[in-house]
């Protein structure tokens, strides 16, 4: 895996496209502007980078386009703050700071053969989209996917076309779900971890890849428990807040655990073995 040279230092890089993604949601696709750099640029489903925009500061997000399509990197935002915002108010052209890639990945080889099962809420869906598109571009390597995914209203629903057209293709099963009915919804009513439990995928040689809002973890781990997961079959990632990236400033840890170096990724055998803070 190539990274920039200097952890510390952002690379210079330029916004290609902005889509709106949903009200709140935005994605950046960018590429750096040195052509070595983007040449050698590589990383790994699951790994992270700090975005910053100058003058405001920086902040972590998932690089959510797969290392298979190499056209431009992309970054989905929800706006939340002083960073998201700022970063809303870019457009095509404009220019951004990149330092990464940072973390851990999904441990998409231990997957292979295997069915896999996605489990997401709101923006949580952004890194899960990284390691789908991966499987696609590897399609002979996994078993049966599915996809449950929910979010506030239908307009929360984020890459909701293309993972309709993903389902049409007969790549993926998907169930999509809102909170409360609303009269431009004709689909599945309900929360995330009830409809996995009606779903129940068979545990057997499945793996179940997960992220989302606090609440929406503890009940989806619980759910997945009750359909007979194994601890090591249920792989997790935290978008606990962190700073330097590389593992030297201490501010993202849980006990000895950095999420920045040892993480974010991290399967439900692993979380349990870290101090009850979390
Ligand atoms: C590994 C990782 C991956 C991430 N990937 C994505 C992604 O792909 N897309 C995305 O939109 N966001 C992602 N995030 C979250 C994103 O980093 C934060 O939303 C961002 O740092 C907020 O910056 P801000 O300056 O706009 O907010 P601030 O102005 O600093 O804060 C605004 C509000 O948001 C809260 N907040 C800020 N950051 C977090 C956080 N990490 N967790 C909980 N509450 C927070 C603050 O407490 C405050 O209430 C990720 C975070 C991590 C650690």
Same mark, same amino acid.
């Given at each position: ?119 997401? +809420? ?7 989209? $990284? %390691?789908?598109?991966? !499987?696609?571009?590897?399609? *002979?390597?996994? &078993? #049966? ?82 359909? +007979? ?7 997790? $990632? %935290?978008?606990?807040? !962190?700073?330097?990236?590389? *593992?030297?400033? &201490? #501010? ?27």
């Amino acid at each position: 895996m190539s990274s920039l040279p200097n952890p510390y230092l952002p690379s210079l890089a330029r916004i290609l496209e902005v889509v709106v993604e949903t009200p709140d949601i935005k994605s950046f696709r960018v590429e750096l502007c040195d052509e070595a750099a983007r040449e050698s640029f590589t990383f790994e489903p699951g790994q992270v980078a700090q975005l910053s925009v100058f003058g405001t500061g920086e902040a972590t997000f998932v690089i959510n386009s797969p290392p298979t399509r190499r056209e431009y990197l992309q970054f989905s935002v929800m706006r939340v703050g002083e960073v998201t915002g700022r970063l809303h108010m870019l457009q095509a052209g404009d220019k951004l700071g990149l330092r990464g890639p940072l973390g851990n990945h999904f441990p998409y080889q231990d997957m292979r053969g295997k069915d896999v099962v996605f489990v997401a +809420g709101g923006i949580g869906m952004a890194p899960l989209r $990284t %390691l789908l598109l991966f !499987m696609l571009d590897n399609r *002979g390597d996994y &078993g #049966r996917i599915r996809v449950v995914y929910g979010a506030r209203g239908p307009a929360n629903l984020c890459y909701r076309q293309e993972m309709e057209a993903m389902r049409d293709a007969g790549q993926i099963e998907l169930i999509l779900t809102v909170d409360q009915k609303s009269p431009d919804w004709a689909g599945q009513v309900g929360l995330v971890p009830n409809l996995l439990m009606e779903l129940a995928p068979p545990a057997d040689n499945c793996v179940a890849v997960t992220c989302g809002p606090p609440i929406m973890i503890r009940y989806t781990l619980a759910a997945l428990e009750k359909l +007979g997961f194994a601890d090591e079959n249920v792989v997790t $990632t %935290l978008e606990r807040r !962190m700073k330097c990236g590389v *593992g030297l400033c &201490g #501010r993202c840890n849980v006990g000895g655990t950095l999420i920045c170096v040892d993480g974010p990724v991290f399967t439900r055998a692993q979380l349990k073995a870290l101090p009850d803070e979390f």
